[in-house]
């Protein structure tokens, strides 16, 4: 298996990949802990060090668009060159001529176009470097979509602009019949499944997730729960149960095809695509990208020789290599007959009216690079028969709706969250121009071109060579941690406590019991404001 197995019992990992889903490869709290939970934390680091870095540098007050030309996806439209003004983090005004204050930092966009930043609706947050690898792409706000107390803290830090990185927006930890080697959290009865969402309601999360394996009456008990609380049902369309009935209780966003497609033999499955016709506020997120999982041989080395593929840190990309030449099992030829299916199943949906949104399923899977990720997505929504415009709706306008946030982002607008993209050609025509952009704005900080060129040279260098977990003490290490910590930026609460562990196994418990005790921290449901 991938890096996966290092978090998953065999037993788990082949439980998996019977339910059909891709083994987790996000790091969970591991007892057996070693150097290579320091190096990584050394890592994270160092990335965290190199987004405060971008941030301090970064022009964020008042900021001045001249001579753009405006995308609105909803429209699909282009306005003649316009002025558009920013200022702490919103959008104030957008027209011909903009009252602007005389030190308004001036960005001058002749012959190009401002298009909204996009949205990764399917996301699992694994790599120290997604945040940056995300924004450099254009990417301004994900979905996460397994849920944990610490990316609640990111979550505020980002909407507060002390941290650096795309707003998340964040679904609750997935609930599931088994429990995914702790990345799932599995209700013992129909009463405990209906606490389990509220305790994530209580704690701030945005989203109930399912998975695969929930019985009918656990996931009827679960969606009504969902309802009571206010929040939407999003996830996989469990087994065994039709895609009508999944809609009819209110789900809100099908991933990965789920139902359409069956979990159990990947074979086309329900073949009632009139759902998505007969209930407007559902979303389908096919996730077409997440097929990278089962690249072997010839394909899978094109990703890791490829320029993206620097962006995988060093020891998963040397795991990725020894899968290269892995011989395929019924489970592995499977996947990889998936696709043409997923593309079938995407037409016929298409055809009746669905409503779809852009997700990736990266980055903690195999052969998958984040950033990156969403503009591959896009390419594969278009071979499916979307057009362009419908792409870029599914990448912005359209997440904004399916969140509950349409007043927020996914258009240019006063008041809205400036998180704009300049880019050189019209995305309403190629949508792939987002890996282009000559710039990037992210709720109101400026990061230009060079200044992102810059930032990816050095997450390369970064990534270029295995992590050295000796490279600082671990006095140094948690003193760097705290420091980057209290600047806003938030750690994944998994690498800090496996630090953690592995310090006090190494002797040096004082630096451990320092970042086990932000870890804790970040465990704990934040403070309602």
Request: glycine share 8%; charged share 20%; with cysteine.
């Amino acid at each position: 298996m991938t890096h996966a197995s290092r978090f998953l019992t065999p037993a788990c990992v082949i439980a998996l990949l019977v339910a059909g889903a891709p083994a987790p490869a996000q790091d969970m709290p591991n007892p057996d802990a070693g150097p290579e939970a320091i190096a990584k934390l050394g890592q994270a680091a160092s990335v965290g060090a190199m987004l405060d870095g971008l941030k301090a540098a970064a022009p964020s007050r008042t900021i001045l668009f001249r001579n753009v030309r405006v995308v609105d996806p909803v429209t699909g439209r282009v306005s003649t060159p316009n002025q558009v003004l920013v200022r702490n983090g919103s959008i104030v005004a957008v027209g011909r001529r903009v009252a602007a204050p005389a030190k308004a930092f001036a960005i001058d966009g002749r012959g190009q176009y401002l298009a909204p930043g996009l949205v990764d609706s399917h996301f699992h947050t694994n790599s120290p470097a997604a945040p940056l690898l995300n924004l450099a792409n254009g990417v301004t706000s994900v979905r996460e979509m397994d849920g944990f107390a610490w990316m609640l803290h990111w979550r505020a830090q980002a909407r507060n602009r002390r941290m650096l990185a795309p707003v998340p927006y964040v679904a609750g930890q997935i609930i599931n019949g088994f429990d995914m080697g702790g990345y799932a959290v599995v209700p013992k009865s129909i009463d405990d499944a209906r606490a389990i969402v509220r305790r994530q309601a209580a704690c701030g999360f945005e989203f109930i997730k399912v998975h695969n394996v929930v019985p009918l009456a656990t996931f009827d008990a679960i969606a009504a729960e969902a309802k009571a609380v206010g929040l939407p049902l999003v996830g996989h369309v469990p087994h065994d149960i039709p895609v009508r009935h999944a809609a009819d209780v209110g789900m809100r966003t099908m991933e990965h095809l789920k139902g359409w497609l069956n979990d159990r033999n990947l074979e086309l499955g329900d073949r009632d695509y009139q759902v998505a016709a007969d209930f407007p506020a559902l979303w389908v997120v096919p996730t077409l990208y997440s097929t990278h999982e089962s690249l072997r041989g010839k394909d899978a080395l094109a990703v890791l020789d490829s320029p993206d593929g620097a962006y995988i840190p060093p020891a998963v990309r040397a795991e990725l290599r020894g899968m290269v030449n892995e011989a395929p099992n019924r489970v592995l030829i499977a996947r990889q007959a998936q696709l043409p299916k997923m593309i079938t199943i995407i037409r016929a949906l298409h055809q009746v009216g669905a409503r779809f949104l852009a997700g990736t399923d990266a980055d903690g899977g195999p052969y998958m690079v984040a950033g990156f990720a969403l503009t591959e997505e896009l390419r594969l929504m278009m071979t499916a028969g979307l057009s362009a415009p419908e792409v870029l709706r599914a990448a912005t306008s359209e997440p904004a709706i399916a969140f509950r946030h349409p007043g927020e982002f996914g258009q240019i607008k006063p008041g809205m969250r400036a998180d704009l993209v300049l880019l050189p050609r019209n995305p309403l025509v190629d949508p792939l121009v987002y890996r282009d952009n000559r710039g990037v704005m992210a709720n109101g900080r400026w990061l230009s071109r060079p200044a992102i060129t810059a930032a990816l040279a050095k997450v390369r260098r970064l990534f270029a060579a295995p992590a050295n977990p000796a490279s600082r003490s671990a006095d140094r290490l948690a003193r760097d941690v705290r420091r980057i910590a209290a600047s806003g930026y938030v750690f994944d609460a998994a690498k800090l406590a496996n630090a953690a562990t592995a310090l006090t196994k190494a002797g040096a418990v004082g630096p451990a019991g320092q970042l086990q005790a932000l870890a804790d921290a970040e465990n704990q449901c934040p403070a309602k404001s």
